[in-house]
């Protein structure tokens, strides 16, 4: 992300700079607050304009906190493909969706807004349904990329890939979780990470 703090004295915003400031500005405050505590004043401030300049481009709070994790998959997705560009070996696309996603400061927004956005879901119904199509974006993704690695010989064909992709982001769950606690399984990530590996690539 970049910094808010580097303002350009005198220089004029276009509407899409200032949309992206807010979601910059907004991401980041839903990550060290909540969503319930953070309101929209303050990420006005943060951003460098007015609460009613905010409204302009977001309707509501819960519309803007839908924006930030629609900005988040799309900058993750962004990085997967990268990572999967620059990984020559089809055995190692997925292991490599992970190490990028790991090695991102994109995983912090990502997992406290998942973590958030599940807790609001039992009462939202809005953030409900836009939690269920995202993740399903997201297993679509993942998935494919097992796929592919299985049509390149890099995965055995007998592994299922739904299951598996779902089983991927089970694992991403349980590190924001882990991450939104302050470190449960940090010791243990390694070895859920080889264990997963050998089971997926691996032939019996």
Do not use: N
């Amino acid at each position: 992300m970049t910094d808010l703090r580097a303002r350009r004295p005198g220089v004029r915003l276009s509407a899409a700079e200032r949309r992206a400031r807010l979601l910059e500005a907004a991401s980041r405050a839903f990550a060290d607050g909540s969503y319930r505590g953070t309101t929209t004043i303050e990420i006005a401030r943060a951003a460098g304009v007015t609460e009613p300049v905010l409204y302009r481009h977001f309707r509501s709070k819960r519309e803007l906190f839908l924006a930030c994790l629609a900005e988040s998959w799309s900058r993750i997705r962004a990085l997967w493909e990268r990572a999967l560009e620059a990984e020559p070996e089809p055995r190692e696309w997925v292991p490599a969706l992970a190490r990028a996603f790991r090695a991102s400061e994109e995983r912090v927004v990502v997992h406290a807004l998942w973590v958030q956005a599940l807790a609001e879901a039992s009462e939202d119904r809005a953030i409900r349904s836009y939690m269920q199509q995202h993740m399903r974006e997201v297993h679509g993704f993942v998935a494919e990329a097992i796929r592919r690695s299985q049509a390149a010989g890099g995965i055995p064909r007998d592994r299922d890939a739904a299951a598996e992709a779902w089983i991927f982001l089970a694992v991403g769950f349980l590190l924001a979780v882990s991450t939104w606690l302050g470190g449960l399984i940090e010791e243990d990530v390694p070895s859920i990470v080889a264990s997963r590996r050998r089971w997926l690539v691996e032939s019996d």
